[in-house]
């Protein structure tokens, strides 16, 4: 029961702030358009300082007022073959809520993935295998603050990487 509770509790802000993400920027990768106080209260929910209706509230009230708003785009991927992954602040920490953004990436063949370190201290990506060993098929060398490394994949499968100097923070790219 406290592992669903854990679950929701992490996977409600991490899917708000994707939707915010999306809803943010038309390129899917500004994280610094998403106003502070919202990030911090996704935050303060993953950490319990506010509770859930506390966390809904702020949500529904953004909502209302069109401040953010939800509906469906249509994305020709045929003409836009980029997407990006943030770290974001609190990956470095196990207890954090600081999954990639987004934590599954589904994307078409031939679309170039950039991931960007949004915090300080080094990050990696390392690519892995169905059973988590490390593979050599995207392997980035130490991403400091800023730093940038991108992979084009050109065929479908799921592709599973990992940071190996946080091994906790995992991350998924889907290609159709």
């Known amino acids: 029961m406290i592992m669903k509770y854990m679950s ?8 708000m702030f994707s939707i915010l993400l999306v809803s943010g920027s038309a390129n899917f990768a500004n994280a610094e358009t998403i106003p502070v106080w919202i ?9 319990g300082d506010i509770s859930e209706s506390e966390f809904l509230n702020a949500i529904k009230f953004l909502i209302e007022n069109d ?16 997407a990006a992954i943030i770290i ?14 987004p934590l599954n990436l589904e ?27 490390v593979i050599d098929l ?8 800023g730093d940038k ?15 190996s100097f946080h091994p906790w923070r995992v991350g998924v790219v889907t290609v159709k």
Do not use: M, R
């Not at 469906?72 to 836009?80: K, P, R, S, Y």
């Not at 490394?149 to 940071?163: A, D, R, V």
């Open 39 to 47: 990030k911090n209260n996704a935050l303060w929910y993953g950490q």
């Open 107 to 133: 994307i078409p063949i031939n679309t170039k993935v950039t991931w960007t370190n949004g915090v300080s201290g080094p990050h990696n990506i390392q690519s892995q295998d169905e059973v988590g060993n």
């Open 149 to 163: 490394f991108e992979f084009i994949f050109e065929e479908s499968g799921i592709y599973n990487y990992y940071c």
């Open 88 to 101: 974001p602040n609190g990956n470095s920490d196990v207890a954090g809520v600081g999954f990639y953004l």
């Open 67 to 82: 401040i953010l708003v939800i509906g469906t785009t249509d994305v020709n991927f045929a003409e836009n073959l980029d």
């Open 138 to 145: 995207f392997n980035s060398p130490p991403l400091n603050t």
């Open 8 to 15: 929701l509790k992490t996977g409600i802000p991490v899917v």
